[in-house]
């Protein structure tokens, strides 16, 4: 059976192989990282945390010598089976699309830690008859305190409707899974959530500021311009990859979203 749940100790993992899509959740220990996410550069330190739900999204990092970090990587599917039926988790996810750094104060971070340092005591006991019960509860465990940690800071109160909530966590999930490189329509997004396209539109502005076609696009924009910076691949392939109609088409979407034609990207 495939690891749905890994926890490493270097940032070096961060966004490849076989947690690359993962969702991420860093604890930092000692020294300093900034990390370039969703086109904004966040810096994280002792005692801050790191919550990426979107790795497409991660354009890259730096640390320095003396940084120490607990990273735990989770597989989509079991964070969904592991996050609690709280509406304040879609809120409080969307909101790290934005801000995905936060401080823990003394005690917050000796929690945290206390629940990292429980899940790699759990998953160094694969022969629990148990094991997969016994990660879910610590991941979960881990989970309802980031919510503490997250609404306690931003003060936020559950009073996002449940439909609401689950409408957006299915589209931003879509999203997650790579749909946007073959639909890139709103329309597509909504057929599947069976809502209007209007609708899904007021509801993902009323959630997270945004509009529907700005997530589509925010993730195959930063999507593409990683794979931009691939010298290996053609940009004719590039294009196919994200099923556009012609190299023409695939240019002119470039020119309007980073500024710049591929070839005047790629320098």
Known sequence: ???NLIIRHSIESLGHGDVSLFLTHILCLDGTATINFN?????IERGGCCIIRATQLIEGWKASEDFRCMIVYADPQFIEK?????NYGIRGSLSLFNTPVFHLNEEEFERCKADYEHIEKCLANPGHRFFEEVKLNAMQALILDFFDFHARQNDQEDDIQTPTAQLMWRFIGMLERGDYRQNREVSYYASELCVAPKYLSEISKQVS?????????????LDISRLLRDKQLGFVEIADLFNFPSASYFTRYV???LGESPSEYRG
């Open 1 to 3: 059976m495939a690891e």
């Open 39 to 43: 086109d904004k550069e966040f810096a």
């Open 82 to 86: 592991a996050t609690p039926r709280s």
């Open 209 to 221: 500021g945004q509009s529907a076609n700005y997530w589509i696009n925010r993730f195959t924009i």
């Open 255 to 257: 020119q309007r979203y």
